[in-house]
C-alpha cells in the first residue's frame, strides 16, 4: 500500500490508513480499543462513513472474520443534536 | 499465558496499570495483570478525566496535590502524551451553604500550601468570559487543577509496565480462587489456572465487590450509574472544568475541542446499569445552559454512562483485608480514582514491595467501616 498515509479512513478526524495499521499493530487488535486509539467514528458522523472501514481494516490484519472483529457500542444519538433541544425535554 | 505469578492485579483501568507500573519501576519481577475486556474499558476510560486539589477535607487535599505533582511530570517519565492541561477548576455558588463550603476551602487549602483563590462572580467570568454570572454569589479557582485524557493514561502505565516486564492479557477474565489455609493459592481464569505466590489485588473497580465476594470478602461498594456526554468539537472556549456546586454539574473541552461533562442524579438507585437515558439528557442540557448559554446552539453528539464505586464515606478502599491474608484492595474512589490512582497506587506498590508505603495508608483500611467515626468527602461531583 504505497500511498497509506494519503488513505482516508475517517473525513471527520483525518484518521489515515497508516495511522489504523500503526495502532494495531501497537496492539490495539480489538474495534473498542482501535476506535479509541484512533478516534475513528468519534467525529460528527459518528462512525456512519468509516466504522465498516475500521472494521475491515481490523479483520484483513488480524485474520478475524467481519462477524468476530464486529463493531464498536453504538452511542446515542444517532446524529448530534443542539443541547437547546434536550433542553425543551420534560424531566 | 504465564501460569504463576508473584503479584497478580485483577483490572485494566487505572488503578491496576498505574499498580503494575509502580510495582516494575520498583523492581518487583513476576508481574501478571488481567483484564477481562479492553484496557480502560470500566470507569477509568468513562470518566471525564478531571484531576483536581479542591477537595473539603485535609487529608484529600494532600492526597491530590500529590497525584497532580504525579502527572505533572508522568508523560515524561511513562514517555506517553496523557494530554493533561492545568487550566483549573472553577468552582460555583449558588447559596450560602454552597459559599461557605467554598470560603471553608479556600482557608484549608492556603494552610496546606494550595493556591486555590476566592473570585466574585465577575472575577469568575474573566475566566470564563461565556459564563453567565446570573445566580452567581461567588466561586474558586485553582489553576494546577486540570484535566486529562484517561484512556492516554492507562495506555501509558501499560505500556511502560510492559517495558519494564509485566505481562498484560487482556480478553482474560479472573472467575475465582483456590484458598487454602485463608491464603490465596492461584486465580481461575477462562484461559486456565494462575498460580500466586505473593499477593492477588482487586483492582476491579464496580465490579470488585462481586470478585472479592468469590474470595469470601464483603466489601461496602456500591455501583451507580453516572451518564457523560460530549458536543462537537471547537475552539478552546471553556478552559478550567467548571462546577456548579448546586447540582453536581461538571464540564469542560477536551484536548481535541469537544465538550465534555456530566451531572449527578439523585435519584438514581445502586445498579450495574450502563443504559444512557433522555433523563440525563434533560438534566444535564438545562444546567448546563443555566451556566453557559451559548451552549444551546452547541450539538451534542454522544452519550454513555460508566459505574462509580461508591464507599459509604466516598473515600476509596486500600490495602489488606482480615479474611485473606494475601488479598489486597485497590478500588471504592466513589467517582474520583482517575485522580487518586497515580498515588495510590504508587503507595500501594510501596506496600508490596517494601511492606510499608512512604505515607500511611491506615485511613483507607476496609476496618475503618467496622469501627465506626467516618468522615465524608463532601465534594464529590456528578
Given at each position: 500500500m504505497r500511498f497509506k498515509n494519503r488513505i482516508f479512513v475517517c473525513?471527520?478526524?483525518?484518521?489515515?490508513?497508516?495511522?489504523?495499521?500503526?495502532?494495531?499493530?501497537?496492539?490495539?487488535?480489538?474495534?473498542?480499543?482501535?476506535?479509541?486509539?484512533?478516534?475513528?467514528?468519534?467525529?460528527?458522523?459518528?462512525?456512519?462513513?468509516?466504522?465498516?472501514?475500521?472494521?475491515r481494516i481490523l479483520a484483513e490484519r488480524t485474520g478475524k472474520s467481519l462477524n468476530e472483529v464486529g463493531l464498536p457500542k453504538a452511542r446515542p444519538p444517532t446524529k448530534p443534536v443542539k443541547l437547546g433541544v434536550f433542553a425543551k425535554l420534560e424531566g | 499465558?504465564?501460569?504463576?505469578?508473584?503479584?497478580?492485579?485483577?483490572?485494566?483501568?487505572?488503578?491496576?496499570?498505574?499498580?503494575?507500573?509502580?510495582?516494575?519501576k520498583l523492581g518487583v519481577e513476576g508481574i501478571?495483570?488481567?483484564?477481562?475486556?479492553?484496557?480502560?474499558?470500566?470507569?477509568?476510560?468513562?470518566?471525564?478525566?478531571?484531576?483536581?486539589?479542591?477537595?473539603?477535607?485535609?487529608?484529600?487535599?494532600?492526597?491530590m496535590k500529590k497525584s497532580i505533582e504525579i502527572l505533572e511530570r508522568l508523560p515524561q517519565e511513562l514517555k506517553f502524551n496523557i494530554l493533561f492541561r492545568q487550566s483549573g477548576y472553577l468552582f460555583l455558588a449558588r447559596d450560602e451553604e454552597q459559599l461557605n463550603l467554598l470560603k471553608e476551602n479556600v482557608r484549608l487549602h492556603r494552610k496546606l500550601g494550595v493556591e486555590t483563590r476566592f473570585l466574585d462572580a465577575e472575577e469568575a467570568r474573566e475566566i470564563v468570559p461565556v459564563l453567565n454570572t446570573e445566580g452567581i454569589l461567588g466561586a474558586t479557582y485553582n489553576p494546577k487543577d486540570g484535566v486529562l485524557f484517561p484512556f492516554a493514561l492507562v495506555w501509558g502505565y501499560a505500556k511502560a509496565a510492559k517495558r519494564l516486564g509485566a505481562k498484560i492479557y487482556l480478553h482474560t477474565e479472573a472467575r475465582g480462587f483456590k484458598i487454602e489455609n485463608g491464603r490465596i493459592k492461584s486465580v481461575f481464569t477462562d484461559k486456565g489456572e494462575i498460580k500466586v505466590k505473593e499477593w492477588v489485588v482487586n483492582a476491579a473497580g464496580a465490579y470488585s465487590k462481586e470478585l472479592a465476594r468469590k474470595a469470601g470478602v464483603e466489601l461496602p461498594n456500591k455501583p451507580y450509574r453516572h451518564e457523560i456526554m460530549v458536543t462537537e468539537p471547537l475552539k478552546l472556549f471553556i478552559k478550567p472544568m467548571v462546577v456548579d456546586l448546586s447540582n453536581g454539574l461538571y464540564m469542560t473541552q477536551t484536548s481535541r475541542g469537544e465538550v465534555i461533562g456530566g451531572i449527578g442524579d439523585p435519584e438514581e438507585e445502586s445498579s450495574y446499569n450502563l443504559e444512557s437515558g433522555h433523563k440525563f439528557?434533560?438534566?444535564f442540557s438545562r444546567a448546563a445552559i443555566r451556566v453557559i448559554p451559548i451552549l444551546k446552539e452547541i450539538r451534542l453528539m454522544r452519550q454513555w454512562a460508566g459505574l462509580y464505586d461508591t464507599t459509604p464515606d466516598k473515600n476509596p478502599i486500600l490495602g489488606p483485608v482480615d479474611e485473606v491474608e494475601n488479598f489486597l484492595q485497590i478500588n471504592g474512589y466513589s467517582g474520583h480514582g482517575l485522580m487518586m490512582a497515580p498515588y495510590a497506587t504508587q503507595l500501594l506498590a510501596e506496600l508490596i514491595a517494601y511492606g510499608k508505603p512512604s505515607e500511611s495508608i491506615e485511613r483507607f483500611s476496609i476496618r475503618r467501616f467496622r469501627?465506626?467515626?467516618?468522615?465524608?468527602?463532601?465534594?464529590v461531583i456528578g
Open positions: 473525513l471527520c478526524e483525518d484518521v489515515t490508513l497508516e495511522d489504523v495499521l500503526k495502532a494495531i499493530e501497537d496492539g490495539n487488535d480489538d474495534i473498542e480499543s482501535l476506535k479509541r486509539a484512533t478516534g475513528v467514528g468519534t467525529g460528527i458522523c459518528q462512525g456512519k462513513y468509516c466504522l465498516n472501514h475500521l472494521a | 499465558m504465564e501460569r504463576e505469578a508473584n503479584v497478580l492485579i485483577i483490572g485494566g483501568g487505572v488503578s491496576g496499570t498505574g499498580l503494575a507500573y509502580n510495582l516494575a501478571v495483570l488481567l483484564e477481562r475486556n479492553y484496557l480502560g474499558s470500566g470507569a477509568s476510560g468513562r470518566c471525564g478525566g478531571g484531576a483536581r486539589q479542591q477537595w473539603t477535607t485535609e487529608e484529600n487535599v494532600k492526597f439528557l434533560y438534566l469501627e465506626g467515626e467516618i468522615k465524608a468527602e463532601k465534594a
